[in-house]
């Protein structure tokens, strides 16, 4: 486990290589490029997503989807030859940061290429073979998740013209032991049956929440135990709430660090890693015999529970997850939290949301290898369009089912409540707000 502490060291090591990216960061401005589109997956997006949008920073973009809609909107953004590719992926084989990789490396130069990956990795290999503008290492002893303080989630702020100094700077102030105590009180209340979390940080950070959600959900969920994050309006009952935080962007990086050592202890209390994520491979390889697999009658979707049966089944103490497999569009989303609302509402449970492929490097981990006490409700459409990948000999519509199917086969070998719906249209999805 000590090989994994690296984070505890990130502000020192930020600020020290802070000069640095700031000038990497000037010298992208002068060659006109002037958008930066980042293709990363969990914490290689949601930090740097979190700080984007708390600064209301313009000029960056974050691509953490395989659906078709998602990757032909930001490729129509800006013109791609004003472009900077930001290709972030610990592992260096992320399939979905690959994906977007191969697909605009046959739209853009290589020289608009930025990798963010583990020294020796498949993705350094690549970047040097194929001339990237530039490689930065990510520490090799920081998880993904626990890396927004690093190269991870400090260069988008550079590139983005982010005061990623002062926020460093203020990161040092960070009270440890505050922290390890919110992470004592919330293992506490887990164990006296409140074992859900919401999450409610003020206007100004409100990201902040997701990024949280994927910290606690992904390190504690796991043996069978684990704190269920809830962002947005989903409580019940069986919740405890964190309502505390700054609501200063600059302070962002103290919160990152706060969370990171509550999430430590809270694992620690647990008695779990908090370190490794043990039940996400499985989804991954059930995914890409999905999409290896011929089509036909043979790889038909796997039987699931009825809506109705799903909903049957609920207990108290549950709680309901819907992960929609759709173009993460906000009139989409609006629909979705309508859905969330309804069933949470009829069932008296606490819910969550969740896009796929994004939640399968968030809460993904606690669905398989947390409590068995989540109702899933997974929602695919046919897709409007679909755009081929280069170099992997597939498309972005099948690779996206073949990741739902994935998660599907996975929750089902786990013995989980699953309710699989396929919809003919996306915008279809208000249909389950009435079932």
């Not at 019940?236 to 509550?262: I, N, T």
Request: hydrophobic share 45%; charged share 25%; glycine share 10%.
């Amino acid at each position: 486990m000590e090989d994994r502490l690296g984070w505890t060291r990130a502000v020192p090591d930020s600020l020290a290589l802070w000069p640095e990216w700031t000038r990497f960061a000037a010298a992208i401005r002068r060659a006109g490029l002037d958008r930066v589109l980042l293709c990363g997956m969990g914490g290689s997006g949601l930090a740097p997503a979190v700080l984007v949008r708390s600064f209301q920073a313009a000029g960056v973009d974050v691509l953490d989807s395989t659906d078709p809609a998602a990757v032909a909107r930001v490729e129509r953004a800006h013109p791609l030859d004003r472009t900077l590719f930001l290709i972030v992926s610990k592992s260096g084989s992320t399939v979905e940061t690959l994906a977007a990789y191969y697909y605009f490396a046959a739209r853009a130069q290589p020289g608009q290429f930025v990798a963010v990956t583990d020294p020796g990795s498949p993705l350094e290999r690549m970047a040097r073979e194929r001339g990237f503008r530039a490689v930065f290492p990510h520490p090799a002893d920081v998880g993904g998740r626990y890396a927004a303080l690093t190269v991870v989630g400090m260069l988008p702020a550079a590139l983005a013209g982010i005061d990623g100094a002062t926020l460093l700077e203020r990161a040092t102030r960070t009270d440890v032991e505050a922290a390890r105590e919110l992470g004592r009180t919330l293992a506490v209340g887990a164990a006296a049956g409140r074992d859900k979390l919401a999450l409610r940080p003020p206007a100004p950070v409100a990201s902040l929440a997701s990024w949280v959600e994927q910290l606690v959900a992904e390190s504690s969920g796991k043996n069978g135990s684990g704190v269920v994050p809830l962002v947005g309006n989903g409580g019940g009952g069986d919740v405890q709430v964190v309502s505390e935080f700054s609501p200063e962007p600059l302070d962002l990086g103290r919160e990152f660090l706060r969370w990171e050592y509550a999430t430590w202890e809270l694992c620690r209390q647990l008695g779990v890693n908090a370190f490794d994520q043990p039940d996400v491979e499985e989804a991954k390889a059930l995914a890409r015999a999905e999409l290896a697999a011929p089509a036909g009658p043979g790889r038909e979707a796997p039987r699931t529970m009825s809506p109705e049966a799903l909903r049957r089944s609920a207990r108290p103490g549950d709680y309901l997850a819907v992960l929609a497999y759709l173009p993460p569009r906000d009139d989409l989303e609006a629909i979705l939290g309508s859905v969330r609302q309804a069933w949470g509402g009829a069932l008296g449970i606490a819910t969550t949301l969740g896009l796929g492929p994004r939640y399968l490097h968030s809460t993904g981990q606690l669905h398989k290898g947390g409590p068995n006490t989540g109702l899933f409700l997974v929602v695919t459409a046919d897709p409007s369009q679909d755009l081929d990948i280069p170099s992997m000999g597939t498309t972005f519509g099948r690779l996206e089912r073949a990741q739902a199917i994935g998660d599907v086969r996975a929750l089902l070998a786990r013995g989980r409540r699953v309710c699989h719906v396929h919809l003919r249209r996306p915008e279809d999805v208000a249909e389950l707000e009435r079932l």
